[in-house]
């Protein structure tokens, strides 16, 4: 009897003291965190980019991105605080904040009539170094929702007015959209302000290499005469273009260039969602693998630092509401490599052509054009119904109507080229539901210290609020 009353006693033990040894021990917090963000960058951006890649290589099956390869998938909703399909700026300031607000609203609550702060802001607080970078300008609705409070995206001049308040020590991206007020022309221009803050501003990379040194915080832009919105899409880069992953690395750099207490830096791959909103898939692939070569850049930092760095990847939103497959039971995604240049690119190659030529543009002409550009003719073959299609457009755009243009968010462009487009995504097999968000989930990915928090069911609000966590803030 006693046996089985000990017994009892034992068992009665252990399972009192089982909860306590099955908590895992805690961690290292993670002293250096990465936020990478593909702006309309939803399940299918990703999983297309991947079958792209195998097939480029003529197989069937995926080529794995660095990214997708992380110990931690998961998705997270996306929703707004009135809207089923959110924006970019509510999105933003979700993912920057941990709080829904209204569509349009960049870093305030959704009656705009408090400030919303960012994790970038705890990170800071906290005694960490902070860096805000983006391939699309830095007054954009993902970067501004970090350091801005506005009650509209749209207000660009009063969104870089915020910039110097916050004390961040590095910005990054093509520009600034409205660097003069358009409501006060007493105001001050933009740059004088982040100057007078303290910010060393440097355009270009080699004046990088030359100045980031002696600079206490920095604003890194790209060189004089280059276009201000944006960086070129990866599809049409020339040599000594600024690129994503520089601006990585030339963050990582800044923010380590001194003994500190560890950083927070958010990257954004901003062009993701402008190529998915003009309906453009081999641009979006080489997007989305543009944001991969910049994530690189973070792991091999986080090589070198295992135990004290956290890398989350996510998106805003998805954008276009793209499908791998157009009915019939294939993809023929391997067409799309012989496309050398995005939409855009495309239509400024025919108004060249239409000035070249004063407008007498032969049919032949804009063949030879597409041959060269699209693979049209050659490693992409047309149906006569698509041909005709192109030579219709064709016949009206030099004719005496002129031609016409098509506009989606970001660009305008020849409905010539927009036709060329649609056509080569139908060859190979891809579908787009519209030209612009959708409610879709999108992918979340995490590695290092405090990944383990990004399991389980997740909304968008709950990734900086993790990311908090795991960094102490």
Same mark, same amino acid.
């Given at each position: 009897m006693k046996r089985i009353f000990y017994f009892m006693v034992f068992i009665a033990v252990a399972v009192m003291l089982l909860p306590q040894c099955q908590q895992a021990p805690q961690g290292k917090k993670a002293k250096y965190v990465f936020y990478f963000i593909g702006d309309g960058m939803g399940v299918n951006q990703v999983n297309g980019t991947e079958m792209y890649l195998a097939e480029k290589e003529g197989r069937i099956g995926v080529k794995a991105l660095n990214f997708t390869q992380f110990p931690v998938v998961n998705f997270a909703t996306t929703y707004s605080k009135y809207n089923s399909v959110t924006c970019s700026a509510a999105a933003g300031t979700a993912l920057a904040t941990g709080t829904k607000t209204k569509n349009g609203t960049i870093g305030m609550d959704s009656l705009h009539k408090a400030p919303l702060y960012s994790v970038a802001v705890k990170a800071k607080e906290a005694g960490k170094r902070v860096g805000i970078t983006t391939s699309v300008s830095v007054d954009h609705a993902t970067p501004s929702a970090f350091y801005a409070h506005q009650p509209s995206r749209s207000m660009y001049y009063e969104i870089g007015t915020d910039l110097p308040k916050t004390g961040f020590d590095f910005y990054a991206g093509s520009g600034f959209l409205q660097p003069k007020s358009k409501k006060d022309s007493t105001a001050p221009e933009l740059t004088g302000l982040i100057e007078e803050a303290g910010y060393k501003i440097i355009r270009g990379d080699e004046a990088f290499e030359k100045e980031y040194a002696d600079a206490a915080k920095a604003v890194f832009i790209q060189k004089e005469g280059a276009e201000k919105g944006c960086l070129p899409y990866a599809i049409d880069r020339k040599e000594g273009d600024l690129t994503l992953a520089q601006i990585t690395e030339n963050a990582i750099r800044f923010l380590m260039k001194e003994p500190n207490d560890g950083f927070f830096l958010m990257v954004e791959g901003g062009k993701i969602d402008w190529a998915c909103h003009g309906n453009d898939a081999a641009t979006v692939f080489e997007e989305v693998v543009d944001m991969a070569e910049a994530v690189q850049k973070a792991l091999d930092f986080y090589n070198q630092h295992p135990d004290e760095t956290l890398i989350v990847i996510t998106a805003d939103h998805e954008t276009g509401g793209i499908a791998l497959g157009t009915g019939?039971?294939?993809?023929?995604? @391997?067409?799309?490599? #012989?496309?050398?240049?995005?939409?855009?690119?495309?239509?400024?190659?025919?108004?060249?052509? +239409?000035?070249?030529?004063?407008? %007498?543009?032969?049919?032949?002409?804009? +063949?030879?054009?597409?041959?060269?550009?699209? *693979?049209?003719? %050659?490693?992409?073959?047309?149906?006569?119904? @698509?041909?005709? +299609?192109?030579?219709?457009? #064709?016949?009206?755009?030099?004719?005496?109507? *002129? !031609?016409?243009?098509?506009?989606?968010?970001?660009?305008?462009?020849?409905?010539?080229?927009?036709?060329?487009? +649609?056509?080569?995504?139908?060859? !190979?097999?891809?579908?787009?539901?519209?030209?612009?968000?959708?409610?879709?989930?999108?992918?979340?990915? !995490?590695?290092?210290?405090?990944? @383990?928090?990004?399991?389980?069911?997740?909304?968008?609000?709950?990734?900086?609020?993790?990311?908090a966590e795991a960094g102490g803030y």
């Open positions: 019939r039971y294939a993809l023929n995604l @391997q067409v799309l490599q #012989y496309q050398k240049l995005s939409q855009e690119q495309l239509t400024h190659e025919i108004q060249a052509l +239409r000035t070249a030529k004063k407008n %007498k543009v032969s049919w032949e002409d804009v +063949r030879a054009l597409l041959s060269e550009k699209l *693979g049209f003719w %050659k490693e992409v073959k047309l149906s006569d119904k @698509q041909e005709a +299609r192109l030579k219709d457009i #064709y016949t009206k755009s030099f004719g005496k109507g *002129g !031609a016409k243009m098509e506009k989606d968010l970001y660009a305008e462009n020849e409905q010539l080229a927009a036709e060329a487009i +649609r056509i080569m995504d139908a060859i !190979a097999l891809v579908g787009w539901t519209s030209g612009g968000h959708s409610a879709g989930v999108v992918p979340v990915y !995490a590695i290092g210290a405090g990944s @383990q928090l990004f399991t389980g069911k997740l909304d968008n609000t709950d990734i900086p609020k993790k990311i």
